[in-house]
């Protein structure tokens, strides 16, 4: 069973730091891309970043390029999103998402997502 759990979320002050993890089980994890994708309250849902799968390229929306960070662990089939300098408007849920094998952007499998707020 294909799982993807995220954790790492909660409430940090602007400017501040978060490390979020996906942790995955369920497939070869070093066949398949790893996207970051979020939801602000009220808002649809954003693309943030995105790891290949074993190439080491990797994706970031441009608003978030400079601060945030997508790495992949292969050996503990994890993708962290190293989120820093964070803003209000960072606040969402960040889900993760699996691509099929060999595709970058479309997503089969999604995790339940983590709550990020960003409040002074």
């Known amino acids: 069973e294909v799982q993807l759990v995220e954790s790492g979320g909660g409430l940090v002050q602007p400017g501040g730091s978060l490390r979020l993890s996906c942790a995955t089980s369920g497939f070869t994890f070093d066949e398949h891309a790893i996207t970051w994708v979020r939801q602000a309250p009220g808002k649809g849902l954003e693309w943030v970043s995105t790891?290949?799968?074993?190439?080491?390229?990797?994706y970031y929306a441009g608003s978030m390029k400079d601060r945030f960070t997508i790495s992949r662990d292969n050996d503990k089939n994890t993708v962290y999103l190293q989120m820093n300098n964070l803003k209000s408007e960072d606040t969402a849920v960040y889900y993760c998402a699996r691509s099929p094998y060999s595709i970058l952007w479309e997503y089969d499998y999604w995790g339940q997502g983590t709550q990020v707020t960003v409040s002074s």
């Open positions: 790891a290949s799968w074993n190439d080491g390229f990797t």
